[in-house]
């Protein structure tokens, strides 16, 4: 019940195109849903972040869909960029301070030319 | 811009060796984290500390590990006897309290 369900595993996608990554999540405890960007040999950076009360929350380019009821959440990145090739990890985190963060299993996008 | 800082970036060790990793929070932070990261894997929880204690720890934290807060700003990761299975990227994060929390750069440690 602690996991975070992600998918693809890997995207490619051409510039300008839209890229998608869904994750699911089990617990209902869970109330704090963000996503992490990592490049190669880095550590993960926090992107975009959402909790439940939303069910879309944008910055720039990236917005976060959330479904409270499909337990499902996804991050779409817009005009998707050759700098966006990158790993994204979707998390979840209960309420609380110093909850640690579930993350999900790390989708591999690549954009073309 | 304020960021979480590790030491060293990388670290071999041979199997059986004690290693201890380094991170510097971001400085007005009070709640600090360890993850790992096995090659080509999830990034996983280990243990989080506040308020110089253990909140939390996870099955993998287990007795050959340990965290401390020696001083004001630093805040280490112990593993006093590694396995080859302790391959892996160790990231630390700290936050406010708040849920978001800050990762730095990583400690690639290679047991061999």
């Known amino acids: 019940q602690q996991q975070v369900k992600q998918s693809p595993q890997s995207l490619i996608v051409q510039k300008g195109g839209i890229s998608i990554i869904n994750c699911a999540y089990e617990?209902?405890?869970?109330?704090?849903f963000p996503w992490y960007q990592q490049f190669p040999g880095k550590g993960p950076a926090l992107l975009i972040a959402?909790?439940?009360?939303?069910s879309e929350k944008k910055e720039g380019r990236f917005t976060i869909s959330f479904n409270k009821s499909a337990k499902q959440f996804s991050l779409h990145i817009m005009d998707s960029q050759p700098g966006d090739s990158a790993t994204y990890f979707c998390?979840?985190?209960?309420?609380?301070?110093?909850?640690?963060?579930?993350f999900g299993t790390g989708t591999r996008l690549q954009v073309t030319l | 811009e304020p960021e979480v800082t590790q030491t060293p970036s990388h670290q071999v060790t041979q199997m059986g060796q004690e290693v201890i990793l380094r991170c510097v929070p971001i400085?007005?932070?009070?709640?600090f984290y360890w993850y790992r990261q096995i090659l080509g894997q999830k990034v996983e929880f280990l243990v989080s500390?506040?308020?110089?204690?253990?909140?939390?720890k996870s099955e993998i934290f287990d007795d050959q590990f340990s965290v401390e807060r020696p001083d004001g700003s630093n805040f280490t990761l112990k593993i006093r006897s590694t396995k080859l299975e302790d391959s892996a990227m160790y990231f630390c994060?700290?936050?406010?309290?708040?849920?978001?929390?800050?990762f730095g750069p990583g400690t690639r440690l290679t047991v061999l």
């Open positions: 994060a700290s936050s406010t309290g708040t849920q978001e929390q800050f």
């Open positions: 500390f506040y308020n110089n204690e253990i909140s939390e």
């Open positions: 400085s007005n932070h009070l709640y």
């Open positions: 998390a979840a985190s209960k309420r609380g301070t110093a909850s640690k963060l579930t």
């Open positions: 617990n209902t405890a869970f109330d704090y």
């Open positions: 959402i909790r439940p009360d939303v």
